[in-house]
């Protein structure tokens, strides 16, 4: 008995108003969508383990500063807020908030896509205009305003193209 390893890509329920090279133009499309959706559902999952990540430690560290306040002088206590000041500071400065809102847009925006591109299959119409349209805004707002995820796409190469 063999395990088949089920691929994404495989299609069922494609409509018979397409003709072959329509149907194999909106894989390509769903191919690259895919892609682009899968990378930033995993970068976002990546800011998010860093902002917990950052205010733990931070939590961590006020705390420790306060209980070792009252048991010591207060020396302890700006030293180690300190360090929570820093830790707080630098998630500022990354502005991590600002990157888990945008993949969650962006991520949120590409599955729009690629489910409009499943109902284009799925029902036959094909009104390519209309979904250029709609790729092209998405790609530009995602571009510019999204933070840049490269280091993804080889784990998503790694995982999916065999």
């Known amino acids: 008995m063999t395990i088949k390893h089920r691929n994404i890509f495989d299609w069922n329920h494609i409509s018979d108003k397409l003709t072959e090279e329509q149907i194999d133009e909106l894989k390509s499309y769903y191919r690259t969508y895919h892609r682009k959706c899968w990378v930033y559902k995993q970068a976002l999952k990546r ?5 917990l990540l950052g205010n733990s430690l931070s939590i961590i ?8 306040a009252v048991a010591t002088s207060g020396v302890s206590l700006i030293a180690i807020s300190t360090i ?20 969650v847009y962006a991520y949120q925006s590409y599955q729009h896509l ?3 591109i499943k109902d284009m299959m799925r029902a036959g119409n094909f009104n390519i205009s ?4 709609f790729m092209n805004n998405v790609d530009n707002y995602v ?3 999204s933070p840049v995820v490269d280091k993804f796409l080889l784990k998503y190469d790694n995982i999916f193209i065999e």
């Open 47 to 51: 800011f998010k383990k860093w902002k």
């Open 61 to 68: 560290f006020a705390t420790g500063g306060i209980t070792s």
């Open 84 to 103: 929570s000041l820093l830790i707080q500071g630098w998630m500022d400065h990354k502005d991590i908030d600002l990157k888990i809102q945008n993949c």
């Open 114 to 116: 690629l489910n409009a």
């Open 130 to 133: 209309s979904l250029h349209t």
């Open 143 to 145: 571009t510019d305003n």
